[in-house]
């Protein structure tokens, strides 16, 4: 492997979070007084897609097979999710005796509560109202919302004397990857903090993290938005720019293909045109996000 292949801290934390996402690594805060949030193998499990067809989950503790070699050889693999194709009339039976447990699909793509994202900033604020001062945090870096929304790595920064105002940022820990916080700053030198999640101890802080960022974007009046083109056979290739929250990205997940090469987007699905509707309501009415259609190449 020469210099250029070296896998980075970021490219693990990229790897980290597809799995999360997948429900093949759980994360879960270690109590529920501690910012510490550990990671554990997701149990063997799996989701019914539509009849005939499921998507697997979870991870068996060293290296042994989450199923055996007859539905092993029948799993196909979509980037980082795996599903498989089965007799809907003995499917359950079949994955039981394989150790698979059935996970409730509406449980699986459950999101928060629709509102305005005025209301969802103004809640958030109330909490770094009432935390205590904060001291200095000279490796702490902010997510610049006058950045263009649709290069997300280039809007991460270090703070500078002309932020004032609440941001949503990283602060680095001893060990593991760095915190996600709101941070209230001015003139650019730290005032208060509060980490992430906020709303929900069990939720992943990027995952609040995100969606507070987007509730910012839309309230300055450049949401963040995702750019879609017809595809081949019924379908719709939506492209994202940006990081969405593990729910939306589970919804995705069920009813759509990741596609290999996002053509300059930050990853990108193959979705059915008849899960269109329900896809933009739910990008619209929780995360505020705006639709583009692709212009010719």
Not at 68 to 73: F, I, P
Not at 157 to 183: E, H, I, M, N
Not at 195 to 217: K, L, S, V, Y
Request: hydrophobic fraction near 40%; charged fraction near 25%; charge should be negative.
């Amino acid at each position: 492997m020469s210099a250029d292949d070296a896998v980075t801290r970021d490219d693990l934390a990229g790897l980290v979070d597809l799995l999360v996402a997948g429900g093949d690594l759980l994360e879960i805060r270690h109590n529920a007084d501690s910012s510490v949030r550990l990671l554990y193998l997701g149990p063997p499990s799996y989701i019914e897609r539509e009849p005939g067809t499921y998507l697997l989950l979870g991870i068996r503790p060293f290296g042994t097979p989450l199923v055996d070699k007859e539905l092993g050889d029948a799993i196909e693999q979509d980037a980082h999710l795996r599903s498989i194709r089965l007799d809907p009339e003995t499917a359950a039976e079949r994955m039981s005796a394989a150790g698979l447990q059935l996970i409730d699909r509406e449980h699986w793509v459950a999101s928060p509560r629709r509102e305005d994202a005025q209301a969802l900033l103004h809640r958030l604020r109330e909490h770094l109202d009432a935390a205590r001062p904060s001291g200095e945090s000279s490796e702490l870096r902010v997510l610049d919302p006058r950045t263009p929304v649709r290069y997300y790595r280039g809007r991460w920064r270090s703070p500078k004397p002309v932020d004032t105002g609440d941001f949503v940022a990283r602060r680095p820990q001893a060990y593991g990857a760095d915190l996600w916080c709101l941070a209230r700053l001015e003139a650019g030198s730290l005032q208060k903090l509060v980490e992430f999640p906020i709303d929900n101890p069990t939720t992943p802080g990027r995952d609040e993290a995100w969606r507070t960022q987007m509730a910012i974007d839309a309230v300055r009046g450049v949401p963040q938005f995702y750019r879609k083109a017809p595809a081949v056979d019924g379908a719709t290739a939506v492209e994202f720019f940006s990081p969405i929250p593990g729910f939306a990205e589970r919804y995705l997940q069920l009813v759509s293909l990741p596609l290999v090469e996002p053509s300059g987007a930050l990853f990108s699905f193959r979705i059915p045109n008849g899960a269109m509707p329900a896809l933009e309501r739910l990008l619209s009415d929780v995360l505020w996000m705006d639709a583009v259609k692709k212009g010719p190449q």
